[in-house]
């Protein structure tokens, strides 16, 4: 079995694969079970419920001596952007046009210049030079608005254009995106990996509590590949690039593992 995962991102994944389709509420004992699946100790997982519970990202209540919690609207969204949907899929026909996003900065509000350039990242644009970002996708109106609730929309440029050269269009996605050989690594790593997974399953090496830690384990590796990932189209990214595979994997992986893992989870879920 792989690491154990981060205790925080354990309880995102729990809610969205199990507890939000049984009503968004979990018991502590439970919560506690099925951390032990992945190898979370209880002190681990009874520490990490409640600093989710002082964010406010989790909330409470007790009856008798048990303790329920469920996501407040704070967590809702931090799972929602979490990346447990998978990354927008790239458009099948790319029209040749980028988003080019300049932004100036005062050095006096130069603290806006970090939030600026991490909510870029998080929506899969691209650093080309400084103060220059870009993206293959047009701008979202979600990333509109989220610049204005920053403060920033006031010191960015947006334009939507070709590029005309002087260098091969490769040249620019390896500038803008130095992130994509040890992407491709970690999806090859995690093809060669996820195979395994698969083979055990196929050949009855796997009870139902392993299904049900190697299912979740499996998506939270994916997921944080992804968050890396441009998810540029393909027109820009070499034949062999490997996410359509791992994607596929990952997708196999989840339908044949759901059945044992929610025969599992079933078996410990406390219920009133």
Known sequence: MSAPPNPRSGVFALFAQYVMPRGGEI??????????AWGISEAAARSNALRMKNERILQS??????????????????LNMGGFRFSI????????????????????E???RDKLRHTLYLWKF???AQGTWLSTRPLLPDLERELRELGVWKYVD?????????DDLSAVVAKAFPQLPT???????????????LHRYQTGQLDDEACFASRLQNLLTFVR??????????ALLSEDWPRPQAQQLCGELQRVLIEPAERFFDSIYETE
Request: glycine share 10%; charged share 25%; net charge positive.
């Open 158 to 166: 947006i334009f939507r254009s070709e590029y005309v050269g002087p």
């Open 27 to 36: 018991w502590l004992g439970t919560m506690i079970r099925a951390m032990a």
């Open 110 to 112: 130069r603290g806006y």
């Open 225 to 234: 590949m992804t968050g890396d990932d441009p998810v540029l189209p393909p």
């Open 61 to 78: 209540r007790r009856q008798g001596r048990r303790m329920a919690y469920w996501l407040t609207d704070k967590g809702l969204n931090l």
């Open 183 to 197: 992407l491709a690594e970690h999806y090859r790593n995690y093809i060669v990996n996820s195979e395994t997974l």
């Open 126 to 128: 691209g650093n080309l």
């Open 89 to 108: 899929p790239p458009d099948e026909v790319w029209d040749g046009r980028w988003t080019v996003l300049v932004y100036s900065v005062p050095e006096k």
